[in-house]
C-alpha cells in the first residue's frame, strides 16, 4: 500500500511541474508610488508600490473573461476615478500566455521609459520608450512557465 501510495503521490508532484505557470509581475523603479490592481471578473484590493517595489501574481485564467489585467495608477484611487491607467492584460492559454499593454484616460508614464518583458530573453518585449504607446498592435506571447515583467521607469 505505502509503495502505491507513494506512486501517487510522485505521479501528483510530476504532474504539478509539468503544467507549472509563472507570473505576471510590475517592478515600481520610479521615484514615486503607482497603486495597482489585478482585475478580471473581480477586482482585488489596491496594492502600492513604492520605489523599488514589485507586485506579483501567477498566470491565471478568469473562468468568466479569461484574460486578466493589472491596471496601474500614479494616483491611489485612479481605478475609480478615471485617472490615466496603464493596463498590462494577460490571457492564459494552455502552455502559451499572450500579454498586451495600453492606456487608457490618458497616458500616466509620460516621459518614463516603460517594458513589458518576459523573463526569456527569446520572447518579444514591448517598450514604450517615452511611456507613450507607438502606433499598431502591442499583443506579443511567450511560454507560460516564464514570468512577464512590466518595469516602471525603466
Given amino acids: 500500500m505505502f509503495n502505491k501510495l507513494s506512486l501517487l503521490a510522485v ?3 510530476l504532474a504539478q511541474l509539468t503544467s507549472a505557470v509563472g507570473y505576471a509581475r510590475v517592478k515600481n523603479n520610479c521615484p ?3 497603486t495597482a490592481w489585478s482585475v478580471g471578473t473581480d477586482i482585488s ?6 520605489h523599488g517595489e514589485s507586485y506579483g ?5 478568469d473562468p468568466k473573461t479569461g484574460g486578466r489585467a493589472i491596471k496601474v495608477t500614479i494616483q491611489p484611487d485612479g481605478l475609480w476615478t ?5 493596463i498590462y492584460a494577460y490571457n492564459l492559454d494552455g502552455n502559451t500566455i499572450w500579454y498586451d499593454l495600453s492606456d487608457v484616460f ?4 509620460t516621459g518614463h521609459k516603460i517594458k513589458l518583458a518576459s ?3 527569446d520572447c518579444p518585449a514591448i517598450v514604450w520608450e517615452d511611456g507613450v504607446p507607438p502606433a499598431g498592435s502591442q499583443v506579443k506571447n511567450c511560454g507560460a512557465d516564464w514570468d512577464v515583467t512590466l518595469t516602471l521607469c525603466v
Fill in 119 to 121: 523573463s526569456n530573453k
Fill in 106 to 109: 490618458g497616458d500616466a508614464f
Fill in 45 to 50: 484590493p489596491a496594492h502600492t508600490l513604492r
Fill in 32 to 34: 514615486f508610488d503607482v
Fill in 82 to 86: 478615471g485617472k490615466p491607467q496603464t
Fill in 11 to 13: 505521479g501528483a508532484a
Fill in 57 to 61: 501574481e501567477p498566470f491565471t485564467r
